[in-house]
């Protein structure tokens, strides 16, 4: 089954938590803080593996995990990172965050990479802690939550030539005919479902091997969503050649023409401006036949190169071989990807004093990176680390910021995945 669309949810490993030990040895009565800090989550990677030609892998596996790091240990020794998760995804993958349909990347060249969810950082141990009048910290940070989302994995196939028409116009009649692909064939509409990819073999002496793509066929209104829509007018974004099939037998050849054209424009103006072959197909029946001169005069005046032929007899392909070959570029051309370097969108990271306070169904809701994260990486049970947070509040003006929104001693106060209990000089985890 090919599967070009897919949402799966992604958890990076959670960072281990940091060491809250003291040295003990004899003869060393005081022995400071020596615990030692949290590993790092593994984070979530994608990679392009040219093998991969759907999502396929992705019908039934929507839930991937990364692996924890391990907790600090005493003598200052420090947790085990986890384990990075690289899963595997064909050329002209596009991946979105689901929620808001922001592009993370566009995976393209071979063993391209993208970090899709970064692993937790690993808790501090309490030897980070010690101060001149603190010199015997019981404070160690719990470690960071890995990152977790829902993306959109949306599959373009990468292809130099795509065969665009109506139904039952001959696509797959005229892919097979070219290529050793052996798609579906019926004189049906509809009878292709799915994109189906041949390799055209050029000559002995021609290095060059364009790979072909048979798009499902597209009907009035497809790039708005009608029929099979923007399910399979994405896969033509990223050919180098369109090769336009019109069945000649059709009532109306000169209004099949147009439909298709129209919904090409609809959705992307840029596909109209690639270059296009038509292909008059069915030549073998006399309504083809006899309206051929009309429509090859018509393409001839717009400056539209076509060419009659028959998928089915055979008839023509020689010429539209010969047309397709001087329209490719060169070899070393032919060897680069379409899009050389596909996409990743960089962010940097800002974990700023940035915060704000909202009230909602009678909770008080704090947003801000920072604080969220100290939230997370608070043991709430240690009184000292308790106290720290508290200091932390006072010291962003957040507590303050809670007063003015009118919170009272017993309210809920919730900062990322933590539930608190507002008190005027101390903080309860519920």
Do not use: C
Not at 66 to 88: I, V
Not at 90 to 115: A, H, K, N, R, Y
Not at 299 to 325: K, N
Request: aromatic share 6%.
């Amino acid at each position: 089954m090919f599967l070009d669309r897919v949402k799966i949810f992604l958890h990076a490993g959670d960072g281990g938590d940091g060491a809250a030990t003291f040295r003990r040895e004899a003869h060393v009565p005081r022995g400071g803080p020596d615990g030692g800090d949290g590993g790092r989550g593994g984070s979530i990677y994608l990679t392009v593996d040219p093998g991969e030609t759907s999502l396929r892998d992705y019908r039934h596996a929507h839930h991937f995990k990364g692996t924890p790091g391990g907790r600090g240990f005493g003598q200052r020794m420090h947790g085990k990172a986890g384990h990075d998760l690289t899963l595997k995804v064909p050329p002209g993958t596009g991946i979105f965050l689901d929620e808001t349909g922001e592009l993370l990347g566009d995976l393209v060249t071979s063993e391209q990479t993208l970090m899709v969810a970064r692993g937790g950082r690993g808790g501090l141990g309490n030897v980070h802690f010690a101060t001149s009048t603190n010199q015997a910290p019981r404070h160690a940070q719990k470690g960071e939550p890995g990152e977790d989302r829902w993306i959109r994995l949306e599959l373009r196939l990468i292809a130099d030539i795509g065969l665009v028409g109506l139904p039952n116009a001959g696509k797959s009649t005229l892919l097979a005919a070219l290529t050793a692909a052996r798609p579906k064939i019926a004189d049906y509409p509809f009878t292709t479902l799915e994109p189906n990819l041949g390799v055209l073999d050029i000559s002995d002496d021609d290095l060059r091997r364009p790979t072909i793509a048979d798009v499902p066929g597209l009907i009035e209104g497809a790039s708005s969503g009608a029929g099979l829509g923007h399910a399979f007018l994405r896969h033509v974004e990223r050919t180098r050649i369109l090769v336009h099939i019109v069945d000649g037998s059709d009532r109306d050849p000169e209004w099949s023409y147009n439909v298709i054209r129209d919904e090409l424009q609809a959705h992307d103006p840029a596909l109209l401006a690639k270059p296009i072959l038509v292909a008059y197909n069915k030549m073998d029946r006399v309504e083809a036949a006899d309206t051929w001169p009309a429509f090859e005069k018509a393409r001839r005046d717009q400056g539209v190169a076509a060419v009659a032929i028959s998928a089915a007899a055979g008839e023509g392909l020689a010429e539209l071989r010969t047309r397709l070959v001087a329209m490719l570029p060169n070899a070393d051309e032919m060897a680069e990807p379409l899009d050389s370097a596909g996409v990743v969108v960089h962010r940097i990271e800002s974990a700023g004093d940035g915060f704000r306070v909202e009230r909602e169904d009678g909770i008080f809701v704090v947003h801000g990176k920072k604080i969220e994260r100290l939230a997370a990486q608070t043991n709430f049970e240690t009184e000292e680390s308790a106290e720290r947070f508290q200091r932390e509040l006072a010291r962003l003006g957040i507590d303050e910021e809670l007063r003015r929104h009118g919170v009272e001693p017993g309210d809920t106060v919730r900062i990322g995945n933590s539930e608190l209990e507002w008190e005027p000089d101390d903080w309860d985890q519920r």
